[in-house]
């Protein structure tokens, strides 16, 4: 390599998403650490659908394709609800395993299409992120409106299937995955088990994003977004030196 890709080598590593600040304190499992782990043990020729939300934030930060794989997303469209009946297009192609990754919010979009996965017999691995309702609204929520939850948690007038129930009524195999000491062993039994799959995954409520591009109010009130290549959290003054100078 020359000097100038071995030190572009070096700045991707140490600057990698997984080695950001996140929380990894509770018992409920960081989207970070489920998306790096189900990026590892995926394999060449599956395809990767993802949903609108923090799946869509996470999976296209953290999730690290392999030769052979392809990585379906509504991109900038924001499509809630848009991961189970992509996922199943997917499949039909016979271009290989599904692996599907929604929020509980983006699922109820669409959520009756679990019975064409079934009459199909879609090889498809649905992941289904539960961090109790709208993570990527309640964020915004919560920075931005003194932590005024509407419509956003349970307790703001959300409500909730019980996923086993609901997988069991339409006939697919279910599994939990309840907490971080049982992720890695969850995600093996899953990516070893035939679809149609629907795995519920026990996340944060609290996410954070990382990184991002934060916004701050000015005196006025008006909203101000900072520069796309400070994102938060900031480099301290000798990080930004080392790597940005």
Same mark, same amino acid.
């Given at each position: 390599?020359?000097?100038?890709?071995?030190?572009?080598?070096? *700045?991707?590593?140490?600057?990698? /998403? *997984?080695?950001?600040?996140?929380?990894?304190?509770?018992?409920? +499992?960081?989207?970070? !650490?489920? +998306?790096?782990?189900?990026?590892?043990?995926?394999?060449?020729?599956?395809?990767?659908? $993802?949903?609108? =939300?923090?799946?869509?934030?996470?999976?296209?930060?953290?999730?690290?394709?392999?030769? =052979?794989? *392809?990585?379906?997303?509504?991109?900038?469209?924001?499509?809630?609800?848009?991961?189970?009946?992509?996922?199943?297009?997917?499949? @039909?192609?016979? *271009?290989?395993?599904?692996?599907?990754? &929604?929020?509980?919010?983006?699922?109820?979009?669409?959520?009756?299409?679990?019975?064409?996965?079934?009459?199909?017999?879609?090889? %498809?691995? @649905?992941? %289904? /992120?539960?961090?109790?309702?709208?993570?990527?609204?309640?964020? &915004?929520?919560?920075?931005?409106?003194?932590?005024?939850? @509407?419509?956003?948690?349970?307790?703001?007038?959300?409500?909730? #299937?019980?996923?086993?129930?609901?997988?069991?009524?339409? =006939?697919?195999?279910?599994?939990? %995955?309840?907490?971080?000491?049982?992720?890695?062993?969850?995600?093996?039994?899953?990516? $070893?088990? !035939?679809? #149609?799959?629907? /795995?519920?995954? %026990?996340?944060?409520?609290?996410?954070? @994003?990382? #990184?991002?591009?934060?916004?701050?109010?000015?005196?006025? =009130?008006?909203?101000?977004?900072? #520069?796309?290549?400070?994102?938060?959290?900031?480099?301290?003054?000798?990080?930004?030196?080392?790597?940005?100078?």
């Amino acid at each position: 390599l020359s000097a100038w890709s071995q030190l572009n080598q070096e *700045r991707k590593s140490n600057l990698a /998403v *997984r080695n950001e600040p996140h929380d990894l304190s509770t018992v409920e +499992i960081n989207m970070y !650490d489920l +998306i790096h782990l189900l990026s590892q043990a995926a394999l060449s020729g599956d395809l990767i659908v $993802t949903d609108a =939300g923090l799946s869509w934030y996470v999976m296209g930060q953290a999730f690290l394709l392999k030769k =052979g794989q *392809r990585f379906v997303t509504s991109g900038g469209l924001g499509a809630m609800g848009y991961a189970i009946p992509a996922s199943i297009g997917a499949s @039909i192609t016979k *271009r290989g395993r599904v692996l599907c990754v &929604t929020g509980d919010g983006s699922a109820h979009f669409n959520i009756q299409e679990l019975a064409t996965v079934v009459s199909n017999d879609c090889q %498809i691995i @649905i992941f %289904i /992120v539960n961090n109790a309702g709208y993570a990527s609204i309640r964020n &915004t929520q919560k920075a931005f409106f003194s932590k005024d939850f @509407i419509g956003t948690t349970v307790e703001s007038g959300l409500s909730f #299937p019980n996923w086993e129930k609901l997988a069991e009524a339409y =006939g697919i195999k279910y599994q939990k %995955i309840a907490n971080k000491a049982g992720l890695i062993a969850g995600i093996d039994k899953a990516l $070893t088990t !035939d679809g #149609p799959l629907f /795995v519920e995954v %026990i996340c944060q409520e609290g996410q954070v @994003i990382m #990184p991002a591009v934060s916004s701050h109010r000015d005196e006025k =009130g008006t909203l101000i977004a900072d #520069p796309i290549h400070e994102m938060s959290p900031s480099l301290t003054g000798s990080e930004y030196i080392v790597h940005l100078n």
